[in-house]
Structure formats: structure tokens, C-alpha cells
């Protein structure tokens, strides 16, 4: 069973949107830099997508920043993602990794293995899986 069976329309139409536009931001950031800082985005209750980088380049405490960002905001969002950049060891990767919290719905996460070659990012397919709420 999918989170898509007992997820509203409109709930799904708002994650897709803010996992689209992480994933596509990401890329660009690792075409132009070869690297990416983590950012979060969120839908406010007007819906209205907003960006926020968390003006540190340390992944863990910007990660940290991010959610403690949006939790206080939490009242104003329906729908927010944060996005890191992770190193995937098992493979020798790195990877795109997206969490997404509905206020309405599920929480999820989304792994976009990755790799860089001659300035080129060549993606893999992406991985789903169940998240904790953090925001809400």
C-alpha cells in the first residue's frame, strides 16, 4: 500500500510540487558547483512556494537549522522539504536526499543517488521511504 491510497489529491499535489522543485534546484546547484548546500522550501497556507537556505555550509546544522526554521513556522505552512546533500558509502555515491512533511499528511523521504562526471550529474533512480514527522 501506497502513501498516494489514503493521501488527498490536493496534499499529493502539494509534496510533488516541493520534491520536484528540491530536486530540480539540487541538480543545478550540482552542475554549476559540483555541490549543494542544504535548503528548505515549503508551501504557506496561501499556497505560495518559498525557498530558505540555512546560511551555513555544515550539512548536519543546517539540517538542524532547517527544521527548527519550519517548525516555528509551522503555523503559516501547509507543506514544507528540507534537502541535503549525503554521501552514500555503500555505494561510493552521494545522493539527494529530500524529506517532506505534509501539515495534512504523511511524512516521507526521497534518496536520489547521484554521481559527477566531467561537470555532468548522472542520476539514479529515485528511492522512497517512510519518514518521522519533524515538523509537524
Same mark, same amino acid.
Request: proline share 1%; charged share 25%; net charge negative.
Given at each position: 500500500m501506497s502513501w498516494r491510497d489514503t493521501t488527498p489529491q490536493p /496534499?499529493? +499535489?502539494?509534496? +510533488?510540487?516541493?520534491?520536484?522543485?528540491?530536486?530540480?534546484?539540487?541538480?543545478?546547484?550540482? #552542475?554549476?558547483? &559540483?555541490?549543494?548546500?542544504?535548503? $528548505?522550501m515549503a508551501i504557506d /497556507?496561501? &499556497?505560495d512556494r518559498k525557498l530558505f537556505g540555512a546560511g551555513t &555550509?555544515?550539512?548536519?546544522?543546517?539540517?538542524?537549522? $532547517?527544521? &527548527?526554521?519550519?517548525?516555528?513556522?509551522? #503555523?503559516?505552512?501547509?507543506?514544507?522539504? /528540507?534537502?541535503?546533500?549525503? *554521501?552514500?558509502p555503500e555505494t561510493g #555515491? *552521494?545522493?539527494?536526499? /529530500? !524529506?517532506?512533511? !505534509?501539515?495534512?499528511?504523511p511524512a516521507i523521504g526521497v534518496l536520489k543517488p547521484y554521481t559527477i562526471s566531467n561537470g555532468a550529474v548522472t542520476a539514479e533512480p529515485l528511492e522512497g521511504f517512510t519518514a518521522q514527522h519533524l515538523i509537524w
Open positions: /496534499v499529493q +499535489d502539494d509534496m +510533488d510540487d516541493l520534491l520536484d522543485a528540491a530536486l530540480i534546484l539540487a541538480e543545478e546547484q550540482l #552542475t554549476q558547483r &559540483g555541490e549543494f548546500y542544504p535548503f $528548505s /497556507v496561501s &499556497g &555550509g555544515d550539512a548536519r546544522r543546517a539540517k538542524e537549522m $532547517s527544521f &527548527g526554521a519550519l517548525r516555528a513556522m509551522r #503555523t503559516d505552512i501547509r507543506a514544507a522539504a /528540507v534537502a541535503v546533500d549525503v *554521501s552514500l #555515491t *552521494s545522493g539527494i536526499e /529530500v !524529506h517532506i512533511e !505534509h501539515s495534512n499528511g
